[in-house]
């Protein structure tokens, strides 16, 4: 790369950066410091402004670059990704947003501890929330260490390390000073910019091919070299069963996990009503939707136009298949219209990385402060206390994510996405299906569920090939392994269920049937919502 | 139809225990004193959750969640299923995804877009089920639960100004 695209794209990553902060300080301006306006933004945000916040969670720099990358080296395969993301979100419509906005507050815990018997309740719930947050925080952070590292040409381990202290150091300033007002406006912006380059880049692609999608599909698939194998599936993932089953665990980590991610529930927390919940996720969904439509032709683009060798000799995983691709359609590397291209695309990612991590340590420091420490302190705090818990908790879960995302800089960024997803469908979403819908559902129930599918998913990631036994794997030397899947949903996925049916059936506490009326009624008529 | 509800809300609440107290609180006050009752914040709380009890037992309840569920479950089975199949598909028959239909298209590319499509479809269905066949009824029914608690504190606190 030449020094002219490292100006640029650090040109337009400080603007970034500067009109984020901008946006900090603008909204900090007028704040009264109660826990409303810190987790929830005052909850005054219109449907149309949530839908975009949420879609700028979601979208993360794992399925604008990752995926995208995986297309354009691996066909099909990458689809499968999409599909398993986008699909998801039929379960949180139907099944979460209005229910959790209806009868939460500020977490997941929230909608839990209203039927039960409180502190072990929220103790269970807040640390399975804070290790979910904490696993796909990491995620993000590597990611952000090796897109800089890449983009700069500068692969130094000095220049990853300062990235990563970076984008932690500043994500505690939007979080502590901005709370969810700021953050949900980063998304916000982000998501703009985001879907903005994505339409830009796919009008590109398809004027070169005269809007003829058969014709984009022929010359990607015979650009490959695998010809038409490239457009079914198989070429990642059709190895032995091993990888096969590995798959559909994966598949089904996604589908479910999602629906259990604290930083999309905290999202329905934004807006005044359940109607309004629904309509912040449909707008999610076609976001969400257009835009993977579009990643599919950016990375079909990127194998017909910049080809599979060039995109692997810039990144192994296909990380900058995107970022190559603008710089083509610019009319190539060494002209100025590449450059922008090139520079503005990768401005775009870095400002999702940050937006997203934004977005996960204010959802983590809502778990640590309303369910962790309100349930483990001694004596009734006062309100305005609780929010400096929370901005102490985004300094701290920020200073950890670091040290993690540090430590961790080797590992796939899809890896630990996945993993975060799994141990969010095991522990998060039976425990939250089962509050909402179960009759008898009991606490012990509800604490076992929440360990039962936590320990599990942690302890077989341990034992799987990703730590160790394996070449690629973090300690090679050693030899642990002793479950072959790199993806734990598949096995801790139905333990979790299985925990909180067996902690009901086995405990002697009668189920509280004006509590479960309670949640029942709230949850399907907003009845004393907040 | 508020009308309506209030009276199938009102026939229901016969069978609460707490009845008379409330229709005293309601009542023009005919007691100095407020009845003995459990210690105050247990009483509350199981009054305010005497309401849901009531509104989970009324018919108009009843039909919101009916009419949700009835919904919901097919749908969540419906696209559970053919998400399943097809990742299992894609995984387990590569031969039969990868058949050419159209050009360059084969079954496994339809199946993908087939996803998107569905996905879609069901979120327009849902949004649109919601909005004519559960929302007015679930506003009434929070008013209903709103009036009621407001109509409880009012009794508690005429009682307490000794009208």
Sequence with gaps: MTSEHQTLALILFSLFIAVTLGITTWVSRRRHGSTEEFYAGGRLFSPMENGFAIAGDYMSAASFLGVSGLISLFGYDGLLYLIGFLVAWLMVLFLVAELVRNCGRFTLADVVAARMSERPVRIAAGSSSVVVSVLYLVAQMVGAGSLVGLLLSDTGPAARTLTVVGVGALMVVYVAFGGMRATTWIQIVKAVLLIGGAIALTVLVLVRFHGNLDQLLASAAQRSGYGARFLSPGLKYGGGWTSRVDFMSLGLALVLGTAGLPHILSRFYTVPTARAARRSAVWAIGLIGGFYLMTIVLGLGAAALVGPDAVRASSASGNTAVPLLAGFLGGGADSTGGAVLFALVAAIAFATILAVVAGITLASSASVAHDLYASLRRRRARQRSEVAVARVAAVGIGAVAIALGLLAQDMNVAFLVGLAFAVAASANLPVLLYSLFWRGFTTRGAVWSVYGGLVPALLLVVLSPVVSGSPGSLFPGLDFQYFPLQNPGIVSIPLGFLAGWLGTVTSAEEPDERKYAQTEVRSLTGAGAV | ?163
Aim: aromatic content about 12%; proline content about 5%; glycine content about 12%.
């Design chain 2, 1 to 163: 139809m508020d009308k309506r509800e209030g009276r199938e809300a009102g026939t229901v609440r016969l069978n609460d225990p707490w009845y008379d107290a409330l229709a005293t609180g309601w009542g023009e006050g005919a007691e100095a004193f407020p009845p003995r009752r459990p210690p105050a914040d247990r009483g509350d709380d199981l009054r305010a959750s005497d309401i849901y009890l009531e509104v989970q037992r009324s018919a108009a309840f009843q039909e919101v969640r009916g009419r949700y569920r009835r919904f919901v479950v097919p749908a969540t089975a419906g696209f559970l299923l053919w998400y399943v199949a097809y990742v299992v598909a894609a995984t387990t028959a590569p031969g039969l995804m990868a058949r050419p239909v159209v050009g360059s298209v084969n079954v496994a590319l339809l199946a993908g877009l087939g996803q998107f499509l569905s996905t879609f479809l069901l979120t327009w269905a849902y949004s649109r089920h919601a909005r004519l066949r559960r929302d007015g009824a679930a506003l009434d029914l929070r008013w209903t639960v709103f009036e009621r608690e407001r109509g409880q504190e009012r009794g508690r606190g005429g009682r307490g100004e000794g009208r």
